[in-house]
């Protein structure tokens, strides 16, 4: 699972958010506290392509854009990554339980059961 630099996680989030397919245009707006111009958009937009995790279709002139993938499947990925890369995978998974809050572990224990 390729890994995300901050602009893309910040692109990534507004295509997540969405509840439907958007254009560079909407991705811009939609950051434009960052003052980003357009190409920088689509270079980014570009790069999530290459790396599978946003699918490009044409409308018109137009393209539009949208997540391969959910947040969670994305995250759940991520994960499984990691603990693939770890030479004792019970140990990383015991040092990330006591890692997290009580409320946390509960609701792992009730997904459990």
């Known amino acids: 699972m390729p890994s995300l630099g901050e602009l893309e996680r910040a692109v990534m989030d507004v295509l997540w958010a969405a509840d439907h397919d ?7 707006e939609a950051l434009a506290d960052r003052e980003l111009a357009t190409t920088t958009v ?6 999530l392509e290459r790396k599978q ?3 490009r279709t044409r409308d018109g002139r ?4 949208r997540p ?9 990925e991520l994960m ?3 603990l693939d890369g770890a030479p004792d ?6 040092r990330f339980l006591g890692s997290i809050p009580d409320d946390e572990r509960r609701k792992l224990r009730d997904l459990l059961d």
Do not use: F, K, P
Not at 22 to 28: E, M, S
Not at 42 to 47: K, S, Y
Not at 68 to 76: F, N, V, W
Not at 89 to 94: D, K, L, N, P, Q
């Open 89 to 94: 995978r019970g140990a990383a998974i015991a």
């Open 62 to 65: 137009a393209h539009h854009y």
């Open 80 to 82: 499984n990554d990691a």
């Open 42 to 47: 689509l270079t980014v937009l570009g790069r």
């Open 22 to 28: 958007l254009t560079a245009r909407d991705v811009q």
């Open 68 to 76: 391969t993938a959910s947040r969670e499947d994305h995250l759940a």
């Open 53 to 55: 995790l946003v699918v």
